[in-house]
C-alpha cells in the first residue's frame, strides 16, 4: 500500500484527497442526492486510489448506501459528478459502468448454477466460451469453492452464497467492487473469518475495494481508509489509526471504540500544549494534535478506556491530568477489567484495567482518582453538549 | 383459565366443569365411535369424489359405446371405433379447430397484456394502482350474462361485424385478468434486487428481463396459461352473444344435441380433459421440482 494513505498526517475531514502519488479510480465532487424533500447524501466528496480497500462507515441512514448506489449507478446525483478513471459516469446506467457489487443479501440467480451465476458477467461482454470456462473455474479457485460449479445456489450456506457473490462481481475484473454491507447476514464466527478472507482476496487480485458497513470492528479490521458518515455528512475520512487516535469531530470519536468524552474550555496554546479547564474546574495540560485552539474556545477532551488508570497504578509517561471519581461497576472480562465510575459532577466514565492496574484494590462505592498520560488524551475540535458527556459507543 | 381461578361465581364454575365432565364420560366410547366416524368419514368423502366425478366418468365411458341411433345416450355396446375416428363429425371438427384457434389467438394476447399489467403493479407505486387492482377483479365477479351482453350491444352500436375478431376480443378481456391476477401472485414473491445485479453485470434492461426476470417468473405465466386455456376453451355465454354466424366447440355441441348426439362429442370432449390433466400434473410436478433446487 501507499505510504501516503498510511502516513501519520491527519487528513481535514471534508476533500480529503489522495495526494497525487496514487492513481485515482473514484472521483466523488460534491455529490449531493436528495429524495423529495429528504437530502440522504448531503455533499460526498472524496478520491478512491486504485487498490485500495476504501470503507465508508455509519449508522443506518448515514447515506453510505445511497453513495455506493450512486458509484454503481442505481441512483443518479441530484448534484454534483462521480468520475470513473476520470470520466464523468453521472448519468451512465449501470450495465455500460465497469464497476460491480456484491449485494448485501447476495442476489445470486435462483434458477441458475454456481457456474452460470459467476459467467453472468462474461457472457453479457460476449467473452468466448473457452474463456469464461477459463476464468469462472479461476475465480472459483480464488474463493476456494472449485467444487460447488453445478451446484444451485440455496444449496449452499450463506458464506459459500457469499464467496459466489464475490467471485461473480470479481470475474469481470472491475475498476472497482462494491460491497453493501456483505458480511450482515453471516454469525460473529463466520463473518470475522470472511473479514480475513475479503482482506487476501483483494491483496489477490488487486482490485479497489469499497465497503460500506455499520461495524466500525469490521471497517477497522479490513480498510486501507475509512470515511466516517452520519446523517449524509461525510465526518472524517483517514486511516483506522487515525480515525480511532484523531477523531475530528465527537461523533467519529464515539462512533469508532469507546470513548470518554468531556466537555472543556481552552484556556491557552503554547507549543504544542493545550490548557484546559474542566467542568469541575481542574486543568489538564493536552496535546494539541497539530491544530491551534483559540483561547475560551469549548472542545471536547477524548480519552479511551484503555488510556485511564487509577491514581495508585503507575502512568506511563508524563501525568496528563486526574479527575476524582467514585466506582460505580466493575466487570472481569478475561483480558481486562472493565470498570465504570463516576466524576462528581455525575458524567460516567470507563477504564479498561490491566493487571498492572491492579483492580484488586478497587471495589464498587470506593474513591479512587484516575489520571491518565498526556499522550493519552486527545482534544476533539468540536464542542459537546454536556448532557451527552461521559461514555460514548457505537453499540 | 381465569374463571376457574376460584372467585368466579358458582353458577360460571358449574357452567364450566359440565363439558369437562362429559368428556370424561365419553372418552371410553369415543375411540370405538371414532373408529366408524373415520369409516363415515371416508365413505361420505368418496360419495362426494363421486358426485363430482360422475359426470366425467360418464362422458368417458361413453365414448365407447356404439349408439343404435343417433342419440348416444343409453349403452348399446362397446366399440373402439369413435376413438379411432374422432374427427367423423365434419362440422363438430370445424368447430374444435375454431374453438383452438380463439383460444390460442386470445391467451397470446391475453399473456403479454397481463403479465405487463402484474409486472407493473407488483413492481410500482403510481396513482391509480389500487384503481387498475380493482378494475382487474370487475370481469371475474360481474356475471356473464352482463359482461356478454354489454360487449353485444357495444359491437352492435359501433356496426362491427360479429365472428371471429369479436369472439377474440371477448375472450382476451375475461383472460387478461385471470393472467394479471395469478401472474401478480408470482411476481409478488419477486427480488427486484436480481435485476439490479444482472444490469450490474453488464446485463442491459431487455437483457435481464429476458435472463432473470421471464425464467424466474415463467411458472406464473404458464399457470396463467392454462388457466385462460381452460375458460376460453369451454366458454359459452359471451361468446354466444359475441359469435355471430361464427361458432365454437361448446356452441357446436349444444347446437348439435338438437339434432343429434354423435359420440365424437365425448371423444373430444375427453382428449381436452385428457390433455388438461396432463398439463395440470406437468406443471405441478415442475414447480414442486422449482421448490426444491
Not at chain 1, 299 to 325: C, H, K, N, Q, W
Not at chain 2, 204 to 220: A, E, H
Request: aromatic letters at 8%.
Amino acid at each position: 500500500m501507499n505510504e501516503v494513505l498510511l502516513g501519520e498526517e491527519g487528513t481535514p475531514g471534508h476533500g480529503a484527497a489522495v495526494a497525487g502519488t496514487a492513481d485515482v479510480v473514484i472521483r466523488l465532487e460534491n455529490v449531493v442526492k436528495k429524495f423529495g424533500e429528504y437530502t440522504a447524501v448531503e455533499s460526498a466528496d472524496f478520491d478512491i486510489a486504485e487498490g485500495e480497500f476504501f470503507s465508508m462507515l455509519g449508522p443506518s441512514g448515514c447515506g453510505k448506501t445511497t453513495t455506493l448506489r450512486m458509484i454503481a449507478g442505481f441512483e443518479q446525483p441530484t448534484a454534483g459528478r462521480i468520475l470513473l478513471d476520470g470520466v464523468d459516469v453521472s448519468k451512465t446506467p449501470p450495465h455500460k459502468r465497469n464497476v460491480n457489487t456484491v449485494f448485501q443479501n447476495y442476489a445470486l440467480f435462483p434458477h441458475m448454477s454456481v457456474f452460470d451465476n459467476v459467467a453472468f458477467g462474461l457472457r453479457n461482454a460476449k467473452v468466448p466460451e473457452a474463456d469464461v470456462t477459463k476464468r469462472v473455474t479461476d475465480l472459483l479457485e480464488i474463493v476456494r469453492l472449485p467444487e460447488y460449479a453445478k451446484r444451485r445456489p440455496n444449496q449452499l450456506s450463506g458464506g459459500q452464497q457469499q464467496r459466489i457473490a464475490l467471485a461473480r462481481a470479481l470475474v469481470n475484473l472491475p475498476k472497482a467492487l462494491l460491497l453493501d454491507e456483505p458480511l450482515g447476514a453471516l454469525d460473529l464466527k463466520l463473518r470475522q473469518a470472511m473479514q480475513l478472507e475479503l482482506k487476501r482476496i483483494q491483496r489477490e487480485v488487486g482490485i479497489t475495494f469499497i465497503f460500506v458497513t455499520h461495524d466500525q470492528e469490521e471497517a477497522l479490521t479490513m480498510s486501507d481508509r475509512i470515511a466516517v458518515m452520519t446523517q449524509g455528512r461525510t465526518d472524517q475520512i483517514g486511516t483506522p489509526t487515525q480515525i480511532y487516535h484523531q477523531p475530528t469531530t465527537a461523533f467519529v470519536a464515539g462512533f469508532i471504540g469507546t470513548a470518554n468524552l468531556l466537555p472543556v474550555t481552552v484556556r491557552s496554546h503554547e507549543g504544542t500544549t493545550v490548557t484546559v479547564d474542566s467542568r469541575t474546574g481542574s486543568q489538564f495540560r493536552v496535546p494539541s494534535g497539530g491544530r491551534s485552539h483559540q483561547p475560551g474556545s469549548e472542545v471536547t477532551l477524548m480519552i479511551r478506556p484503555e488510556r485511564l488508570v487509577p491514581s495508585f497504578a503507575p502512568v506511563d509517561g508524563v501525568a496528563g491530568g486526574s479527575i476524582p471519581t467514585t466506582v460505580t461497576s466493575l466487570v472481569f472480562q478475561g483480558p481486562v477489567v472493565r470498570c465504570e465510575v463516576q466524576t462528581d459532577v455525575g458524567s460516567a466514565l470507563v477504564a479498561h484495567l490491566g493487571p498492572e492496574d491492579d483492580p484488586g484494590r478497587l471495589s464498587v462505592g470506593s474513591r479512587v482518582d484516575m489520571t491518565w498520560a498526556y499522550e493519552g488524551a486527545y482534544l476533539v475540535p468540536e464542542a459537546i453538549d454536556p448532557e451527552a458527556a461521559g461514555i460514548t459507543q457505537s453499540n | 383459565m381465569v374463571m376457574s381461578e376460584g372467585v368466579a361465581p358458582p353458577y360460571l364454575s358449574r357452567e364450566l366443569e359440565q363439558p369437562g365432565k362429559t368428556r370424561k364420560g365419553s372418552t371410553s366410547s369415543q375411540r370405538a365411535g371414532s373408529r366408524w366416524g373415520r369409516r363415515i368419514l371416508t365413505a361420505f368423502a368418496c360419495l362426494v369424489y363421486l358426485y363430482l366425478f360422475l359426470p366425467l366418468i360418464n362422458i368417458i365411458v361413453f365414448t365407447f359405446n356404439d349408439p343404435a341411433g343417433r342419440y348416444n345416450i343409453s349403452w348399446d355396446g362397446f366399440t373402439i371405433n369413435n376413438w379411432l375416428d374422432p374427427f367423423k363429425d365434419q362440422e363438430l371438427t370445424n368447430a374444435f379447430i375454431r374453438s383452438l384457434e380463439v383460444a390460442v389467438l386470445s391467451i397470446s394476447i391475453a399473456l403479454i397484456m397481463g403479465s405487463l399489467v402484474a409486472i407493473a403493479l407488483a413492481r410500482y407505486r403510481f396513482t391509480g394502482s389500487r384503481g387498475i387492482e380493482i378494475f382487474l377483479v370487475l370481469p371475474l365477479t360481474t356475471p356473464e350474462i352482463v359482461l356478454g351482453a354489454s360487449l353485444y350491444q357495444l359491437f352492435l352500436g359501433r356496426k362491427v361485424v360479429f365472428g371471429f375478431s369479436t369472439v377474440v376480443i371477448a375472450h382476451v378481456m375475461f383472460c387478461v385478468s385471470f393472467v394479471a391476477l395469478t401472474v401478480k401472485a408470482r411476481v409478488r414473491g419477486f427480488d427486484w434486487t436480481l435485476e439490479d445485479a444482472a444490469m450490474d453485470l453488464g446485463a442491459s434492461p431487455w437483457r435481464s428481463f429476458r435472463k432473470i426476470t421471464f425464467p424466474l417468473i415463467l411458472p406464473g405465466i404458464v399457470a396463467a396459461a392454462l388457466l385462460s386455456f381452460a375458460l376460453s376453451l369451454d366458454d359459452y355465454i359471451v361468446t354466444d352473444f359475441t359469435k355471430g354466424e361464427f361458432t365454437t366447440f361448446p356452441i357446436q355441441v349444444n347446437n348439435a344435441f338438437r339434432v343429434s348426439f354423435p359420440p365424437q362429442v365425448n371423444v373430444l370432449a375427453t382428449i381436452v380433459l385428457i390433455v388438461s390433466v396432463l398439463l395440470l400434473v406437468l406443471t405441478s410436478v415442475r414447480s414442486e421440482k422449482g421448490v426444491t433446487r
